[in-house]
């Protein structure tokens, strides 16, 4: 396996969504619903990514770890016993309107509240942001289980929680027990543990058009918190392109995030740089154009295209055309 892997990418109608996966990321939307996410690299039962175009062309990410996980992720991953899926879920999120208050369970409270599911902790990277928008991320000092039951009670939660108004170039990091939200015209990549779980916290008393909630999870969201995370701070990215008061041109290799899920690195380049160490990696392109070089070829990569590259995959050098800035995803060895 010694080339760049890329996936058709699934996209999902949400309630909260909008257009700009389309408009700004370029992804083909099928219907004129509001799409909320595109799922960029996926392994969960829910979608299990197909490959688009090369060797590997129609094959999912399934079959891929079941015949060449090794290939994909490394003899000392394989070797140390890697325990399931592919380890993450690779997504773009288009939160035109507000996501619930939520929070993620991590690996003893899934499972005990959704036994064959897997924890999530989560990383955020805002790409762009309206004036109006906001993140809440992590409970206030001083909130404890029944000052947020009160204020369940009394449509009061966003109070508790700490909030911010992001901006592109913000990465925010979520471990499981994290409560959060986000909404007002955001527009982020997301790289995170492969799971599909959330409990709904509240949901800002939104109804469908047949004046329907959708379903909460109160008691299972109260049992996943950790009471004594906090708030929850976004470090910025140096020099994205989208933000106005840093520093402009030149080469950045900034560590974003570090955990044992993942770490994540904001690559900004205007020459060439080489990838593959030996490492699994997931490479999002945040702006910009390029191309990577490799044993197979040639593969051009725009704004908002999302590549795999494998452990085994021999060095690849990555060509900018003019500034290019990308979220490089690194499995951490064992």
Known sequence: MNAPLRFEPYLRPMVWGGRRLGDVLGKALPTSANYGESWEVSDHPSHRSVVQGGAWSGRTLGELMQREATALLGPEQVGSGWPGPFPWLVKFLDACDW?????????GSVARLWPGEGSKTEAWFILDANPNSRVYAG???GVDEK???QALADGTVAECLHTFQPRPGDCL??????VHAVGGGVLMAEVQQTSDATFRLFDWDRVDGQ???????????????DWNAGPVHPVRALGYPAVADTASAGAVRQRLVGCKYFELDYVRQDGPWMLGDGAMQVLVVLHG?????????????ATGDTVL?????ERAELVPHGDLSVLLSTLPRR
């Open 99 to 107: 996501l619930s208050v939520q929070v993620h369970p991590d690996e």
């Open 139 to 141: 409970l206030l000092p």
């Open 147 to 149: 000052a947020l039951r």
């Open 173 to 178: 990091f979520l471990p499981a027990g994290t």
């Open 211 to 225: 004046g329907k909630r959708r379903a909460l999870h109160i008691e299972e969201a109260l049992a996943c918190i």
């Open 289 to 301: 154009r390029g191309a990577l070089h490799g044993a197979e070829g040639q593969q051009l990569i």
């Open 309 to 313: 590259l494998p452990a085994s995959l």
